[in-house]
């Protein structure tokens, strides 16, 4: 009983590593690299971001919500007292005058016909209220003129364009469910419509990098995909390879495709498309042929998001594998 453990065991472990070929998530989706894509109609499952990359992760952005403070501008400054500014010099140097002048015997309206030459005290408050209401309207009009030029449409309130969460992004059969009309996503470039030869293109690459995999075929291999992506693969055939095990893949069929979400920018288009296919797959003893997993004669099915990157070329390009 022991030893059957044991074998199994040994099993376990050797055919481990075996299927778990391209585990996990690796490459690069450009700015969206760190959020995890949309939903598709045939994938309800949540996928994460990418976890294995080589672009660099962003520096947080603000908020598209942030707006100033009513009225506030670049530079603002509260004042530092109601009184302040033009209004309160005017003021303060009005009422000063007048209050010296009253008191060194020339009245606070020596020039308004006041009462002998110290004016009495009745008419030094009249004038000081005639001289008040005077530079309050003066108050008022500037202020009423500083708001004017400081918030020529609403107040100086800058709202920007609030952010719209992206939706499923499916087009037409028999690529899966009804199209739904593209969103914007803040700071994450303008989403793009697939055509009908970019979804000829898709299925061909994933046969293509599927078999070029599985013939160990380091040149195809370079032109179907990005360097990055090639760097992770020819790692992988490499420690395949140091184990002694050779992953075969063959007959490549694609059951369903559909668009998560595809965008361009920088200069480049980036799609990443739910993929739904089967084939065969299996681990290969390189010394003895023996199959070390899978079938040669039952094909295996398996979902991933794949996205693509198309440069000024004009070609498309693996440039990331997801786990679904």
Do not use: C
């Amino acid at each position: 009983m022991s030893s059957m453990m044991t074998l199994l065991a040994v099993a376990s472990l050797a055919t481990g590593p075996a299927d778990a070929r391209r585990g996990g998530s690796f490459g690069s989706r450009g700015s969206r690299t760190y959020s995890a894509p949309p939903s598709t109609y045939g994938s309800q499952r949540y996928v994460p971001p990418v976890q294995r990359s080589m672009t660099p992760r962003g520096t947080p952005q603000p908020s598209p919500n942030y707006a100033p403070a009513y009225g506030q501008q670049p530079g603002y400054r509260p004042a530092g007292s109601r009184f302040g500014g033009f209004g309160g010099g005017l003021l303060g140097g009005l009422v000063a005058g007048g209050l010296i002048g009253h008191f060194f015997g020339h009245g606070m309206g020596g020039g308004w016909g006041g009462a002998g030459g110290g004016g009495g005290f009745l008419t030094a408050l009249l004038q000081v209220a005639i001289l008040g209401g005077i530079v309050w309207l003066v108050i008022g009009f500037f202020r009423r003129r500083s708001q004017s030029q400081g918030s020529p449409m609403n107040g100086g309130y800058s709202q920007q364009d609030s952010y719209v969460p992206q939706g499923n992004a499916t087009v037409g059969s028999p690529w899966g469910g009804p199209a739904m009309a593209p969103q914007p996503v803040a700071d994450q470039g303008v989403d793009i419509a697939i055509t009908s030869s970019d979804q000829q293109a898709f299925e061909r690459l994933l046969i293509d990098v599927q078999d070029a995999f599985g013939r160990e075929d380091y040149g195809r291999l370079r032109q179907l995909t990005t360097p990055e992506i090639m760097s992770y693969l020819s790692e992988e055939l490499s420690q395949n390879a140091t184990q002694g095990i050779r992953n075969e893949v063959s007959g490549t069929r694609l059951l369903d495709a559909e668009v998560s979400e595809a965008w361009q920018e920088a200069g480049a288009d980036y799609a990443t498309i739910a993929l739904r296919y089967e084939g065969i797959d299996l681990m290969r003893n390189r010394t003895t042929g023996a199959i070390v997993s899978g079938s040669a004669n039952i094909p295996s099915e398996t979902t991933e998001l794949w996205t693509f990157v198309r440069d000024m070329s004009g070609t498309w390009k693996l440039s990331a594998i997801q786990e679904s």
